[in-house]
């Protein structure tokens, strides 16, 4: 640092004056800082928060997500008997193939829930045996449930609801009976994700990786109309559980918004960029209205812009895309007249000197200054936009983010919720990857 | 080499140059005609049906607005709080996740004399941090905690500590390194070596990329909100529930959403300015 010395003599008052003013601001900042915290404590209300906290619904969450639940209903009305995962009616067990501690007899079962818990299912009564406790009996009745509990039990523990129309048992978090006038309903839950590859109803269901792949290769046709490994990818993207094909499909409409909408910000920001330039406008008032262009589409934001297009567009793909191109063309084109300003006059004039025309001025003189910092951004806001474009999606554009929003709001299976949930952070991953892989190659040569 | 081999390799390289630009912009005009039109299917509403309704909804609300009269005034003062609030997650989000983001960088770069072994750990880890969309985090804790905005400023704040980690290291691959041997020459501790001999070199770029963050996060606890995590986006989203005549509540909260990004970008871009000279200030 060159300081002009003559005229400003340092003296120890000034250096003191600035040691303290220094040794203030090193107070004063935390505590200030520390004061606004506070403040934002009590203004979120997390006192409050934190009584009313459910952690035994991320407890649930984390369970149901690594295993899933076979449901042995007893519907008394009908009188029939089913097992089925999750309850669904289309994934249903028949009686060769009941899962491990269910044995059905004829309309009545018992089911082992395993470590001595043993549920009987005997007409319109369930007992339950229940280690270190005893057998608690539930009977449904016209009017509601009777229940009985065993002699001397003692005060009646906290995960045993106990109401006239309800009987609800949860001696773990993994064993859980309920009975009401209608029905008996015990889950059993296992490990795992069940039917992720195939459904019951597939013919490929149960079978062996090897099996697959024999089947796969294999030239008879267990449907005459397609191949075999075809019908087994049909069979895999239909299953009507895990939806896997409507998830793929509501990624690539994700990945699609980023890119759509990032390239086409690209392309209109840069031309409009050249407009917002000193260097290449001279008009000071076209200038000041493509800048005052920019600040506009920046500060809507995309949260309204994705609002309108809604209105407009209906949910899919192209609003989300549209809704992205909007805010980014602001923040590109703002970003690109930045380095047009900036760039090196001198290679401009060198090329002019060829006695170049503008357009090959421009070509071969201004281009390659920008292209990096043009290459590099368009990547960079490609990667940040695929994580907007989830939280677009959830405001109703479509695409992954309403398919997580919607299942987290039935907040059934939460199997489901976190296969989604991990499928997007691959995917997040992959673009993220794929662009900083691709700047290194374009920019540095690698 | 003789001049003309020379040539003839210059012109084949350009022609390879050539060619390969050619190949990236088939792709690119490939890529938005074939997604464009693609998305178009998939969309529920087209294009080109959307157009002529593309100025309907924003005319509506401006017309309720306008006849509210100086009402709309007093709506825009209504919903400052919510405003407030969003504002609020964004500024603790973007300070917790700093202070986060900090150690994150000085444990992982080896220009600040991190651990060795370290390093590679938190560089996966802020990766994996940036990567989760904010989005999931807060579902997620909307669950656990209820709605409030609480789980929004964890999700920004934790998404804030990988990006900003990530920045932070790279400033500080680019120090001097003369301060750190001097410190060390006089037997400093390493978290002495980091506040005397990195801190000050760095705190300008850092507070820089504060800045920035601050104003990426103000947008991003809006659109939080919507999603049932408080603030003025949990207001926007109930306005625009109930139909038809309360556009002018919905265009209050647009103006003052508008306003408060707009006022953020400028104070910031001003600061970032100062703080780090024009040209630099991104």
Known sequence: MSTDTLEQVVTPQDVWSKVRQRAWMTVLVPVAVLAYLTYTWFAFGVPDLLAKAQPERAVILATDSVAYKVHVTKLLRRDILEVAIEGERRATYDDTNLP??????????????????????????????????????????NTGVETRLPENAGEVPEWLKIDPKKLDLRPTLDRRVQVTRTKIEVHNYFGGWENFWFPFSSEFYGKSFSQLYALALSADRLNPDYSNLWYMVQDFLGNPDWQHGEIFIALFETIMMAVLGTITAALFGLPLAFLAARNFTPSMFLRFGVRRLFDFLRGIDMLIWSLIFIRAFGLGPLTGALAIAFTDTGTLGKLFSEALENIDNKQVEGVRATGANQIQRYRFGVIPQILPVFVSQV?????????????????????????????????RDWENTSYIIILTIVVVIMMDQTSGWLRRKLIEGK | MTVAAMEEEILSLRKRRQLYSLIGLLLVVAVMVSGYSKSNDMNSGGFLQGLSKF????????????QAGPAFFGLMVKYFPAMLETLNIAAVATLLGAALAVVLAMASTRNVDSWGPLIPVVRRMMDIMRAFPELIIALFLIFVLGSSPVPAMIAVAFHTAGALGKLFSEVNENIDRKPIEGLSACGASWLQRIRYAVMPQVAPNYLSYFLLRLEINVRASAILGFVGAGGIGQELRRTIGWG??????????FVLLFITIMLIDQVSSYLRGKLVGAGRAH
Do not use: H
């Open chain 1, 100 to 141: 491990d501690g269910v044995e059905v007899d004829g309309k009545d079962a018992v089911v082992d829930l395993g470590d001595g818990y043993i549920v009987e299912i005997d007409d319109r009564t369930m007992r339950f045996t229940i280690p270190g406790y005893g057998t608690v009996i539930g009977t449904a009745t």
């Open chain 1, 379 to 411: 990547l960079y806001f490609l990667e940040s936009n695929t994580r907007s474009a989830t939280v677009i999606g959830a405001l109703g554009a479509g695409g992954i983010g309403l398919m997580l929003v919607e299942t987290m709001k039935t907040s």
């Open chain 2, 55 to 66: 100025f309907d909804y924003p005319g509506e609300i401006v017309l309720e607005a306008w």
């Open chain 2, 244 to 253: 038809q005549g309360q556009g002018d509540e919905t265009a209050a909260i």
